[in-house]
């Protein structure tokens, strides 16, 4: 008798887990349900249209403390199919890769369409059936099976695998079913900042800022972005990222601290004291003295500083240099709002992580009921991570499914 497995959700983890599922077991019908038009739309688009698929740390004990939520969970997981071992798949199955200097990995062609033709044409080879426009309305148990209802007609399943991201309609679905929903708030932001000190110079780099938000333990370092709008960068990312919950519950109205340099305030001090003596007969405002600090950017702080443009080192009061240095290390910054990507985003919340046994990525709940990617309260910081949680959750409930 040929078992009948459904998975929800036309993305990477479900198409990663049909050509798993399809490659290993030729009496299997494996069907995918996708909501929209077209499948595989979020990869398409990840990494600016270059498809970061995952990252080059290979150590699972490194590699969860890229997920604010879930790196728990997925430390097994990690040791079963980890990154070393996506490079592999995908390498076996004739997709060129490349590590970038920041441990990105990358397909060798610089084109997300080559993921999505290499799922397209894999799911097609492998007789994976793809039904597009089916936006599923809910889930039954029948007998010992599930009845998938959709907008253009119904669909027994002997196993479920639910791959759909952050969906409230499914997670609806999935509660009715008798799992616990943690709410969902967005993860991965820039921050909206309205300061004149940054007013005029969108496009800065600070390659080794450091940020804390003030009175909490929150802090992440790393580049930082200045925008049109306030601040990016890895560092805002990974400090929305972490702090996601936090900031959602002040409504995203924060107040930031911005060590442009992340060296301590005595250092600073004594720097900047050197700096008055050894360039005594520069100005001040012509020429940033640190290599990290764009000039632009030390333009900015003289200004703010009421630094005038003829100022000369020497001439520089006690005050010019304490406020110099708080510009340089503990700058303050009122946060009102966030930006998100318009089709990049990622949210935390999700089926609750107790409920699913993450050896098989099955419900403890309800047998053969399964997920994986971003319908759990899993998400990452930049890098590959989402991604290459995708993969894993999706080869873990995929060998769970061959094997039962």
Known sequence: MTKKVVIIGGGAAGFFAAVNIAEMRNDVEVIILEKSEQVLQKVKISGGGRCNITN????????????????????GPFYTFGTKETQEWFENRGIELKTEDDNRVFPASNSSQTIVDFFVYSAKELGVKVFVQHRVATILRKNQQFEVITSKGNFLADTVLIATGSNNRIFNIINT????????????FTFEIDDVRLKSIPGIVAAKAKIKIKNTAFEMDGPLLVTHWGMSGPAILKLSAFA?????????????EVNWLNKSEAFIESELKNIKVASAKKVISSKSPFADIPNRLWMQFCAYCNISESKIWADASKIDLQNLGVELVKATYKVTGKSTFKDEFVMCGGVDLKEVNFKTMESKIIPNLYFAGEVLNIDAVTGGFNFQNAWTGAYLAAQSIIQS
């Open 177 to 188: 079913l008798g799992h616990q929903i943690i709410h969902t708030v967005p993860s991965l």
């Open 244 to 256: 996601a919950r936090y900031l959602a519950e002040v409504n995203y109205y924060i107040d930031i």
């Open 56 to 75: 080059a740390c290979q150590d699972p004990r490194e590699l969860v403390k890229f997920y604010p939520r879930g790196g728990k969970e997925l430390l």
